[in-house]
Nanobody
Framework: EVQLVESGGGLVQPGGSLRLSCAASGFTFSSYYMGWFRQAPGKEREGVAS???????NYADSVKGRFTISQDNAKNTLYLQMNSLKPEDTAMYYC???????????????WGQGTQVTVSS
């Protein structure tokens, strides 16, 4: 059974940093395509960053230069380092996985339950 469990969310002041983690199990992590998505209340789910099985990455324009996606295949864990956080980054953040590269499209097959990120002073 595929499982994705996010952690690392919380309340942070504008300009601060957080690192999200997504622990994966039930599939060959290194062979899958992974992504981070977010959804704010009343808004559609949007792609934040994705990473292919060859390590190539893609980012939404709104987070380029501030967020970094990475993965540790030995730990079956996906990360999202978020720096220079802004109030508009406030959302529930989800990780996703699939055998197909959907890049930033929210059409991945497997999803975690999400972790809340709130950026506020």
């Amino acid at each position: 059974e595929v499982q994705l469990v996010e952690s690392g969310g919380g309340l942070v002041q504008p300009g601060g940093s957080l690192r999200l983690s997504c622990a994966a199990s039930g599939f060959t992590f290194s062979s899958y395509y992974m992504g981070w998505f977010r959804q704010a209340p009343g808004k559609e789910r949007e792609g934040v960053a994705s990473i292919d099985s060859d390590g190539s990455t893609n980012y939404a324009d709104s987070v380029k230069g501030r967020f970094t996606i990475s993965q540790d295949n030995a730990k079956n864990t996906l990360y999202l380092q978020m720096n220079s956080l802004k109030p508009e980054d406030t959302a529930m953040y989800y990780c996703a996985a699939d055998r197909i590269s959907w890049y930033l499209l929210p059409t991945y097959r497997y999803w975690g339950q999400g972790t809340q990120v709130t950026v506020s002073s």
